[in-house]
């Protein structure tokens, strides 16, 4: 199972989501199945969460749980799981995104103006080989 860090410059928007059943999942499960994220106020192991992310695609909206909450200096640590094939597919397409507009701003940062596609053909070729494949 591989979790992909969401950059903390992209909000996500967390809600709890009182009763909903998830399908069960095979803990021997490979490839990508969800995100770590750094959240400012704790969630219970297990509990079912809806996540936005509006600066990415204001219409994305998937629901997942989660699987840890650890304590930081700054924050809590969540990793968030995606238990069924489509939203698990639908958040590793959006993590792609995300992780190119994080690369396109720190190129910014370091004085560097790339627009979104020029910032996806570098990131593409940097880092995709290494973006966890989906494999449910």
């Not at 969630?43 to 989660?66: A, H, M, Q, W, Y």
């Amino acid at each position: 199972m591989e979790f992909v860090a969401h950059p903390r410059d992209l909000p996500l928007e967390i809600t709890l989501i009182e009763d909903q059943h998830f399908p069960q999942t095979d803990e021997g499960r490979a490839g990508f199945v969800g995100i770590t994220y750094l959240t400012s106020h704790p969630f219970d192991n297990g509990c079912s969460v809806k996540i936005t992310l509006e600066e990415i695609d204001p219409n994305f909206c998937v629901s997942g749980r989660i699987v840890s909450c650890d304590e930081e200096t700054d924050g809590y640590a969540i990793a968030i799981e995606f238990p069924t094939k489509e939203e698990c597919y639908c958040v590793r397409m959006i993590e792609q995104l995300s992780q190119i507009e994080h690369y396109r701003r720190q190129a910014k940062m370091a004085g560097r103006r790339l627009n979104y596609n020029e910032a996806a053909a570098e990131w593409i070729q940097k880092f995709a080989a290494k973006f966890p494949a989906f494999t449910l």
